[in-house]
């Protein structure tokens, strides 16, 4: 028994020196195998962190969905609110915020109900500076995109206050935003009380 497990074990060392290419393969091929199962491995965790990613950013769309209605409001009334106060850079944040709120008819006249129209009005003939003008005409220029609003603003005095608005050199803005609301208003044949005057 000795003498064939000698003869084996001579054997394979025998073989294993003639055939390194055999031993490397194989040896190899048990590498392979170990990188395959690793690559895998990583490949399932990274699908998983996208799914978890994908779960949490639709449970997280379901819920602000469902809360921003209620919040809508407060958050309406706050912009507002900022109209009212005497610092610029509030006016500004406010004008701001009602011009990205005012994307349908809805929230339009909902800004209109508010007071947001008049304030708007206000701001835009009591500025005192280009930035302030120009929040006040971009959130203006986004209530009147309802026919509804446009009227609120023509009863606000809007037309005679834009047409006062100075230009400005360094926003051109201001000059895109002013000459596209008298547009609107020139479209649904809102006159200016100048020439509402001259007519009569």
């Not at 608005?165 to 002013?178: C, F, G, Q, V």
Request: contains cysteine; neutral net charge.
């Amino acid at each position: 028994m000795r003498t064939l497990a000698t003869k084996l074990t001579t054997c394979a060392k025998h073989y294993c020196r003639t055939n390194p290419v055999r031993n490397a393969q194989s040896r190899n091929f048990s590498s392979y195998n170990g990188r395959d199962e690793l690559s895998l491995e990583q490949e399932a965790d990274r699908k998983i962190g996208w799914l978890l990613k994908l779960l949490f950013a639709g449970t997280a769309t379901a819920v602000a969905y469902n809360i921003m209605p209620y919040m809508g409001d407060n958050l309406l009334q706050q912009s507002v609110s900022l109209l009212q106060v005497k610092d610029p850079l509030f006016k500004r944040m406010g004008a701001s915020r009602l011009a990205q709120f005012a994307i349908d008819d809805e929230r339009r006249m909902k800004i209109v109900e508010m007071g947001g129209a008049q304030e708007l009005v206000n701001m835009l003939g009591n500025a005192k500076d280009d930035s302030t003008r120009k929040e006040a005409l971009k959130a203006l220029s986004a209530i009147s995109q309802s026919d509804q609003a446009l009227g609120a603003l023509h009863q606000a005095g809007a037309i005679s206050v834009i047409q006062a608005a100075p230009d400005s050199l360094e926003h051109a803005d201001i000059e895109k935003y002013k000459s596209g609301l008298l547009q609107r208003f020139q479209d649904l044949r809102y006159d200016s009380p100048s020439e509402d005057v001259s007519s009569s």
